[in-house]
């Protein structure tokens, strides 16, 4: 009976030091994207945020789409929206165990290039035209508004 007994703790400390040296060796998701343009050195807004001169790198937690906005003296503002999708094993079926279980790291490393066009500048008949257009569309009277409860119900 004390045979059993002590067979039982040295049991129980066995399973609990190896849950608890599972859990530090747990697995781990590394994700990471690089954006690089042609020619480098573009200021990188993503979402709103400068993230630096190209070629940057930035780690990120979610997928999804991004805005991605190019900013270079001599060239062309450029904006992109960025897909980026999950890989099969970061899914909503997968997550847990790719970010809890998995006894080593997973990397999602991605890199996307660009090509900034060079600037060129507008002929100035052009930006005459332009502003005409502009002046017009301001001097011309607004739609009127609907008016009326069945209006605002989306009926004419």
Do not use: H
């Amino acid at each position: 009976m004390v045979r059993s007994l002590e067979v039982r703790r040295r049991s129980a400390a066995i399973l609990g030091l190896t849950t608890v040296l599972l859990g530090l060796n747990s697995g781990c998701v590394v994700r990471r994207y690089t954006l690089r343009t042609e020619p480098p050195g573009a200021l990188a807004i993503v979402n709103g945020e400068e993230i630096g001169p190209t070629p940057v790198s930035r780690s990120y937690t979610y997928y999804g789409d991004r805005e991605v906005t190019f900013l270079k003296d001599g060239f062309e503002t450029k904006t992109v929206i960025q897909p980026m999708a999950a890989p099969w094993w970061d899914n909503i079926v997968t997550e847990f165990f790719s970010e809890n279980i998995v006894p080593f790291t997973l990397r999602d490393e991605r890199e996307f290039k660009y090509d900034l066009q060079q600037a060129t500048v507008p002929r100035a008949n052009d930006l005459y035209n332009r502003a005409e257009e502009l002046r017009a569309e301001a001097k011309a009277p607004p739609k009127p508004r609907r008016q009326g409860f069945f209006a605002w119900l989306g009926f004419e």
